[in-house]
């Protein structure tokens, strides 16, 4: 069943009492890491996809310095899947892409207040799948095509990751999960817990108020059958212990290492969720072990 207006007028209430970006304009943000928007070129593009899916903005980042043969990879980024992307995921990229002396993909998927879930899920998918197939022409080795996002956009990483280990319509080096949303049924399994009404409010919105879509693999990637969690490309967990999805995404870490796959797992124990974009606890060491990978991979 859709969410109804009253539904509607009660979400926005949580997430606006909740909202705890509402004086993110009064940070201080290190010159040295703006300076990293001087080495690239980020060009906006609309995409349009086949039907059902509507058309998609992307913000291409390239670095001036960019190798031959480079590697590319496509962000997914966070906010819930209700926010769009922003200034803090235009200066990650630019530092992702200066750093790997190569191109990252920033997918700014739709909003599920207009278009509930699979509708970023198939957008996203469909952009990884185009850019697998254009990286030829960037300049860059469709062999060292990675994906990765943050909060929401990790759940997308992941879902994207398993829908291509049944498909294999594109290879992938890398799968980079940064507190990653993995489970958006876990805020419901804890109904009386205040920290979590924000998470709600999200999972509820993602999928118009059809709740028993939360345990979809597709839509929370925790919840995949053993079956398909094998034959999966290395994966890095970025992980803030002071996390909600913490606990969730160990748990799938380690089941996708019963699965005989390669996976990376980096706990930083003084970092809360959003912090790898947002700029705080140890962001910077985090952004470093994600470049690193990248380059690596």
């Known amino acids: 069943m859709s969410l109804t207006k009253q539904d509607i007028e009660r979400i926005n209430e949580v997430l606006d009492r909740t909202n705890m970006h509402k004086n993110a304009s ?4 290190p ?10 070129t980020q060009e906006e593009k609309i995409i349009d996809l086949p039907a059902p899916c509507v058309p998609v903005r992307v913000v291409i980042s390239t670095a001036l310095d960019k190798l031959p043969d480079c590697p590319i990879h496509v962000n997914f980024h966070g906010g819930g899947f209700i926010h769009g992307q922003d200034k803090d995921d235009d200066l990650y990229c630019a530092h992702l892409a200066a750093e790997i002396h190569g191109i990252v993909v ?3 998927y739709a909003t599920s207040d207009q278009h509930p879930y699979p509708m970023a899920f198939d957008q996203s998918y469909a952009i990884v799948r185009m850019t697998y197939e254009k990286a030829p022409e960037l300049g860059a080795d469709s062999g060292r095509l990675s994906i990765g996002g943050s909060s929401a ?13 049944k498909q294999h319509d594109f290879p992938l080096c890398l799968v980079v999960l940064e507190y990653a949303a993995t489970d958006s049924w876990m805020p419901y399994q804890f ?3 205040p920290h979590l ?3 709600r409010a999200f999972s509820e919105y993602y999928v118009d108020g059809e709740l028993e879509k939360l345990r ?3 839509c929370s990637p925790a919840f995949a059958e053993d079956e398909a969690l094998q034959n999966l490309p290395h994966t890095l967990f970025i992980a803030p212990a ?3 999805f913490y606990e969730t995404n160990q748990r799938l870490a380690v089941r996708m290492m019963e699965k005989g796959n390669e996976v990376s797992y980096h706990a930083f124990l003084d970092s809360v969720h959003g912090s790898v974009v947002r700029m705080t606890g140890e962001w910077r060491e985090a952004q470093d072990v994600v470049i690193r990978y990248i380059k690596n991979a």
């Open 216 to 218: 979809e693999p597709y």
């Open 197 to 199: 009404e924000r998470s």
């Open 191 to 193: 109904a009386e817990d």
């Open 153 to 165: 956009g990790g759940c997308l990483a992941a879902a994207i990751m398993l829908k291509n280990a």
């Open 242 to 244: 002071k996390c909600p």
């Open 26 to 29: 009064e940070r201080v943000i």
């Open 31 to 40: 010159e040295d890491y703006k300076s990293y928007l001087s080495q690239v």
């Open 106 to 108: 920033d997918v700014d």
